[in-house]
Each structure stands twice: as C-alpha cells, then as structure tokens.
C-alpha cells in the first residue's frame, strides 16, 4: 500500500530552527510537495521537490532524497504565525497525491 | 491572477437531507478540479477529480456524486447524507495533472 508518515506534533521556540521529516512508500514518484494549514483554513502550497537536493524558499527549505524515501521541511527564524500544521503529500505514478496526516507544529514564545 | 471560490463555508444538516457543494474558479481556462474531505487528525482524502467538462473520477466508494457542467465549475452532492459524512470538504485546482493544487476556503460540514 501507500504510506506517508511524519510526526503528529512538534514545538519550538520562536526565532530558532525547526526540521519536519516526512517518509515515504508510494507506486511511483513524481514530486513531493509540502503545504501549510492553519487550523480552520485551507492547505496552501509551500514548495515541491522532484529531484534529490535542497530547494530554498526564503525562510523554508525542503530537502529530498528518493532513494530513501525521505523529505524534510526546514524552517528558519521561526515566528508565532508559524504555527500551523505541515502537510506533506507525494505524486504518485497516477499523477495522484497521496498525503499524510500533517504535522502540528507549536510555536512558544 | 486565480481565484477560487467555495460555498457555503459551513453547513449543518440532518441526515438524510440532500447536499450540494459548488467550487468555482476564476482566471484560468481548463483546469484540473479535484474534490477533497479531510476528518480531523488525518489526510486529505481525494473524492473526485475532473480534466475537463463532463469528465469525473472517483477515487472512493460512497455515497456521494460530483458533476462538472462548466469548465470552471465543480460541484459535490449527495442525495442522503450519513452521519460519517461530517467533515471538512475542499475543492481544489491545478493547471495540469503534475502541477501543484491550489485549494479553495472550504466547507465544513456537520451531519447530525
């Protein structure tokens, strides 16, 4: 089956650094995205990663590595509106998204 | 610039009344539109998605429908809603299958 695992909840402190991981078993690969989701309000798009390496955007980064089945979603210089929850999400061979359940991430002053 | 619509934003309905949820988008012409529902706690679950007018898929058995009668419009019914329909429903779009989806502001609905 298809699987997308990352952390259910994670806190840090405004202004340092926070990695959100994300694994993943799919049919096929053709991208990996990462959205924001604020609580009541609709995913928006953050970044995609289709081949290996970092892609910087700003204060986020995300990092792909396909042969492990891996990404991570960098953030930097962390603020209060920060707090949100990270979804990560993988294009399969279909061209269809396969999502996880998102990461809830608590940003304490 | 695009833009895309949804209403109603909440809606709380009896079970086994009727549904309909329209998704509208603007600024962009044959467009990928897809339906989501996500439960608390969990994924984004995909229901329907469409390539073109008339065009639907569905990815999951149940009871619910969508139709497209215009490019740029999609919506999502049921004719009886079950108490597991609850949940927040999003409609979102992509210029083509591999691109990145941009959702709308969703509706979330309760079945009591």
């Known amino acids: 089956g298809q699987n997308i695992d990352q952390p259910t909840e994670m806190t840090a402190t405004e202004g340092a650094i926070v990695q959100i991981n994300c694994t993943y078993q799919?049919?096929?690969?053709?991208?990996l995205f990462w959205y924001q989701q604020h609580a009541g309000e609709a995913p928006t798009f953050l970044s995609y990663?289709?081949l290996d390496g970092l892609e910087e955007k700003g204060r986020f980064s995300s990092f792909l590595s396909r042969s492990k089945g891996y990404s991570y979603l960098l953030l930097k210089e962390l603020q209060m509106k920060d707090s949100a929850s990270y979804l990560c999400?993988?294009?399969?061979?279909?061209?269809?998204?396969?999502w996880g359940a998102g990461t809830k991430l608590i940003i304490k002053p | 610039s695009q833009t895309i619509h949804q209403w109603p934003a909440t809606l709380v309905q009896p079970v086994g009344s009727p549904l309909s949820l329209e998704c509208t988008v603007e600024?962009?012409?044959?467009?990928?539109l897809y339906w989501y529902r996500q439960a608390a706690g969990r994924g984004l679950q995909l229901l329907f998605y469409?390539?073109?007018?008339?065009?639907i898929s569905s990815e999951v058995p149940q009871n619910l429908s969508a139709s497209r009668p215009q490019d740029r419009q999609f919506i999502l019914s049921s004719k009886k809603l079950l108490l597991s329909d609850s949940g927040f429903y999003l409609c979102?779009?992509?210029?083509?299958?591999?691109?990145?989806?941009?959702f709308g502001p969703g509706t979330r609905l309760t079945v009591l």
């Open positions: 999400a993988v294009m399969d061979s279909n061209y269809q998204l396969i």
């Open positions: 979102a779009w992509s210029v083509r299958e591999y691109n990145e989806q941009f």
């Open positions: 990663n289709v």
């Open positions: 469409s390539v073109g007018i008339g065009q």
């Open positions: 799919t049919s096929g690969f053709n991208g």
């Open positions: 600024g962009t012409s044959n467009p990928n």
